[in-house]
């Protein structure tokens, strides 16, 4: 049986398909397309991401909170809590 979905052209995609497909490339939208039509998902900003940003805060113990910051695109009081909250589980355990 014929796949529909692979005759599927970028041009003919709505432009944030066209968008996502420069990103990811065009057989990634086709399978989205194919397995999650009318799904709708939310991306979160890196910093919802708890269980990563205590890693990477763990993982970078030496660089400063304003540096922290920088990277993950947040603000330093955001690194702050983060950190105690980090160094609150280190104690729990």
């Known amino acids: 049986m014929k796949d529909i979905f692979n ?9 944030d398909l066209q968008d996502l497909s ?3 490339g ?3 939208v ?4 194919k397995f999650y039509a009318g ?3 939310y991306i979160p900003k890196i ?3 708890d269980s990563f940003i205590f890693n990477y805060l763990n993982k970078n113990r030496s660089k400063g909170t304003k540096a922290l910051a920088n990277e993950l695109s947040c603000s ?3 690194v702050r809590n983060k950190r105690k909250a980090l160094q609150e589980m280190i ?3």
Not at 7 to 15: G, K, N, P, S
Not at 30 to 33: A, M, N
């Open 7 to 15: 005759e599927i052209r970028a041009e003919e995609l709505t432009e």
């Open 22 to 24: 420069e990103l990811i």
């Open 26 to 28: 065009i057989e990634s």
């Open 30 to 33: 086709r399978k989205l397309l």
């Open 39 to 41: 799904a709708q998902f």
């Open 47 to 49: 910093t919802r991401l």
């Open 76 to 78: 330093e009081q955001y």
């Open 91 to 93: 104690k729990s355990l």
